[in-house]
């Protein structure tokens, strides 16, 4: 009997087996054609704004040094409000330079009266000496007398000048129209001369702004300005938190030389300035207008997968996909440029594309064209 039973569950076993295998069998079937939408690759000439990350900075900006020794006795601005052109900011002991300036300005007074003593009595021993009455000793000594008070006069002068010259410097005048910051120095403060920031001034309108462009953009950039064609539309700027700057700007300065470490060249715009939005310092982003009036190709952007770094879009050949790497250009809304990959009146799939893989068999349907 227990022969009898081993015997009868290898029957089992083996038939089970068998039954597999023809269901197995049967089950396998030809994969299943994966339905796809479609769309023919067609040339355009496609108009959009290239991106440029950029800083804004301004046109003139000065940092106020102490030109002169002592404390400050006056603060004559509001921080952060706009200056105008000669408006007393700071003031340091004048006091001492105005004392210094009255004592040059009299030794000069005292020297300029030296030399007119000097010259006449030079002047009164060469008659003299003339009329054989005095020693040519004594006249050439009074010759000598009035060329020294001459040079004190000269050296007075040069005092005067430099006490004039610390007084000026005694008051911080704004050098131009702009808006002053944070001063750095308060009250009674201690400065020394051309060591201590007092502040910094900068103009506030129009405003610049400055970006990189590489060594091939930038030809694009030099014959800007010969074309007729360029429009306030040009270049855009758009502000942190993506808020759009109303006014559009103007091609201002293109550097004079390229970076040779980076292979990049400075660009700078001007944008008007009237609500003072724009602030020195701030990032931004620079959009300029790309209409080359070349045909580039276009595709939809969702037919365009990105994979670890790298785009690829499902070609259709003979009812097959093959995914095709591609090389992307300016995304336009809801179209790419592609650059390289592609060739015009090639099929790519457009729909359906999350179940495709290389060599998968498709069933095509050709794209919905929106109705106008």
Known sequence: MKRLSILFFGIFLIGLSSCGKKAATEGAKPDAAIPVTVQVVQEGDPIYYDNFPGTIVALNEVTLLAQVNGYVTGIFFKEGEIVKKGQKLYEIDRIRYQAAYDQALASLRISEANVEKAQR??????????????AR????????????????????????????????????????TGTIGISQVKMGALVNQGQTLLNTISSDNPMAVDFEVDEKTMVRFYNLPK??????????????GGIKYDTPGQLSVIDRAVNPQTGTIRIRLQFPNTEHLLRTGMSSTVQVLNKSGKRQLLVPS???IEQMGEYFVYVIKDNKAEQRKVSLGAVLQDQTIITTGLNAGEQIAVEGIQKLKNEAPVQTQPAKTASR
């Not at 001459?150 to 410097?169: E, G, I, P």
């Not at 074309?227 to 942190?240: N, V």
């Open 121 to 134: 009595d030079a002047d009164r021993y060469n008659r003299l000496l003339k009329q054989d009455a005095v």
């Open 137 to 176: 000793q004594i006249a050439e000594n009074a010759e000598t007398d009035l060329r020294n008070a001459q040079l004190q006069v000269t050296s007075a002068q040069a005092n005067l000048t430099t006490a004039r010259t610390n007084l000026s410097y005694s008051v911080i005048l704004a050098p131009f």
């Open 227 to 240: 074309q007729k064609t360029t429009s306030d539309s040009t270049f855009r700027l758009i502000l942190p």
């Open 302 to 304: 969702k037919s365009v």
